[in-house]
């Protein structure tokens, strides 16, 4: 099953913090001492319905929230200061949106949906906390996109045919992500429309 670790860099020990339901996409969002992530609920009535629900953890306290109930977001992130937290959304009349919520209420506090209804994936604050990038499949392509919470707009910043995009961050100008570009997944850079390969591993770095 999976398991919630803290790792000391230094003495290289783990410590399980946190037994979680079915998690898929494994990922997990951290600012400060909240760890937020998306897991998955069966409909207790019928059998082939699920849902997936927001949980957050406080490392500080040890306690466990769920933020939502019978709803279908496939992955979160909490942004910088612990404030909001960014959702996907695919409604079940296959309607793709970018939600934010209050992380202290849990009340939604915008619902924008996507351009061209394109499938949103992987949000990531940027180090400012202003603005949200996400890696997207719009028909046969995948493309990189910043979201705008102030306009509830969206902006293309990469777009690709024949790679699969990983996660994305952006740090001041610098756009950092995974691409398959190289024949394996690697860490990549964009800088002014300038795309550099970072890493470059043989067996692909995750």
Request: with cysteine.
């Amino acid at each position: 099953p999976a398991q919630i670790v803290l790792i000391n860099t230094i003495t290289g020990e783990e410590r399980v913090v946190h037994l979680p339901g079915f998690i898929w996409p494994r990922k997990l969002s951290v600012a400060g001492k909240t760890v937020v992530w998306v897991e998955e609920r069966n409909d207790p009535r019928w059998e082939n319905r699920s849902y997936s629900v927001i949980m957050s953890k406080s490392l500080k306290t040890g306690v466990v929230r769920q933020f939502t109930k019978k709803t279908r977001y496939l992955a979160a992130a909490i942004s910088p200061d612990g404030e909001r937290i960014a959702a996907v959304e695919n409604t079940i009349d296959n309607r793709n949106n970018l939600v934010l919520l209050d992380a202290a209420s849990g009340e939604i506090i915008s619902s924008t949906p996507t351009p061209d209804n394109y499938y949103l994936q992987q949000p990531c604050w940027s180090s400012s906390g202003d603005l949200i990038t996400l890696t997207a499949l719009d028909g046969e392509k995948e493309i990189i996109t910043i979201f705008y919470p102030v306009t509830e707009s969206f902006l293309t910043l990469l777009n690709t045919e024949n790679e699969d995009l990983g996660s994305s961050y952006l740090k001041n100008d610098t756009l950092w992500y995974e691409s398959s570009a190289s024949g394996t997944e690697n860490i990549w850079r964009m800088v002014n429309g300038r795309r550099e390969m970072v890493t470059n591993s043989r067996f692909g770095t995750g």
